[in-house]
């Protein structure tokens, strides 16, 4: 089989990469539909979007690991420069200024934060010695290397991405082995928090999302439209479907968003419990081999990476589940691979380019030891 098959095309992560092409094509049928039967101006996009992306995880896949630490911090602070730029020049969209707009390219910030704060996490403790791990010296630097881009992000604001910026790095602190009791006492500290953050640091309309979760059925045809619509998207698809192409809730436009925080949702009325369960599948598929790859590396740097960037694609996938199921407030984190966006294909390839980056170093481990 060697001889038959290239060796550069067959040590690729085809059983990773198999299940992206299939989610992602599946993805690009979904947004067909969620464009009324047609490729624009959804589905063409995230081919397009999605082919650029995969050349910049090939290239992130050829960095090394002396060169990935030596950047990680360069490029951290770089980023937070760009983020305190969004605060003074920032475009605004959407009623959030989230964008530099830098002539040849309009960048979100933000989202390069979410690989970046894992990578220089792990760059932290790599350098950290065993015995400080139990220290404040494990915990304040690492906070405030979190709680910096946060608190920039909130002030978009962007709740959903501020959100996922902490997740990744709690879940890097966490395998790095701090002492539990420190978790324990900061979840008792947001649980106390939360009141007060909800009624002095949400906007309003923050505020109803929130409320909106807990009952949307109190304002069907306001602020609760979005989940109500996207429950009933869900669950008239049935077992099988309504069929490609034949979604009534996104093609008469009830369903708000179907091509982006909602395309599930979309996806779930015309393929059914089969189709969802099929993409829940193929995600549970590329996330067991990020598993895999952080489990065969020898290397804490390399281990808390990989870790970092599974933990960072699981985030937006459970928490844009439960949003358009209803479990979650909507706060506009699109499905990886699925949603039509640039800025979260990017985000999430980066994620994958890391990824196949330490398969790659794990693959040429064993040569390097007797080099």
């Not at 403790?125 to 405030?144: E, H, N, Q």
């Not at 419990?273 to 081999?289: D, N, Q, S």
Request: charged share 10%.
């Amino acid at each position: 089989m060697n001889s038959i098959i290239p060796a550069p095309i067959a040590r690729q992560p085809w059983a990773m990469l198999i299940p992206l092409f299939v989610l992602v094509g599946f993805g690009a049928m979904v947004l067909y539909s969620a464009g009324g039967g047609s490729w624009e101006p959804y589905a063409d996009s995230h081919l397009i979007r999605f082919g650029a992306c995969l050349a910049i995880a090939a290239v992130i896949t050829l960095f090394g690991r002396d060169f990935v630490r030596f950047a990680t911090f360069p490029a951290y602070g770089i980023i937070l420069v760009m983020l305190v730029g969004v605060e003074a020049i920032g475009a605004m969209g959407g009623g959030s200024q989230r964008w530099l707009e830098l002539g040849f390219i309009r960048i979100q910030p933000s989202e390069l934060m979410k690989p970046a704060i894992v990578v220089a996490l792990a760059k932290f403790y790599d350098t950290l010695p065993p015995a400080m791990i139990v220290s404040w010296r494990a915990l304040i630097p690492a906070g405030a290397l979190i709680a910096m881009p946060m608190a920039l992000v909130l002030l978009q604001p962007d709740l959903g991405t501020a959100l996922a910026i902490a997740f990744g790095g709690a879940v890097v602190m966490f395998l790095a082995g701090l002492p539990l009791k420190w978790f324990a006492l900061g979840g008792a500290g947001a649980a106390a928090v939360a009141p007060l953050a909800y009624f002095f640091a949400l906007k309003d309309y923050q505020q109803r999302r929130v409320t909106t979760f807990l009952d949307p059925e109190n304002d069907p045809l306001g602020d609760g439209y979005h989940i109500m619509q996207s429950k009933i998207a869900i669950g008239s698809g049935g077992i099988t479907g309504k069929g490609f192409n034949n979604g009534s809730q996104s093609h008469l436009d009830y369903l708000p968003e179907p091509h982006t925080d909602f395309v599930f949702a979309t996806m779930a009325e015309e393929w059914g419990l089969l189709g969802g369960i099929l993409v829940i599948v193929i995600f549970g598929l590329i996330l067991r081999w990020g598993m895999q790859v952080a489990r065969n590396t020898e290397d804490r740097f390399a281990r808390l990476l990989a870790a970092g960037m599974v933990a960072t694609i699981f985030f937006y996938v459970a928490i844009n589940l439960l949003m358009v199921m209803g479990f979650a407030p909507v706060v506009g984190i699109p499905l990886p691979f699925m949603s039509h966006g640039g800025s979260s294909m990017l985000t999430n390839m980066m994620c994958i380019g890391a990824l196949m980056m330490v398969n790659r170093w794990n693959r040429e481990a064993p040569r390097a030891r007797f080099a």
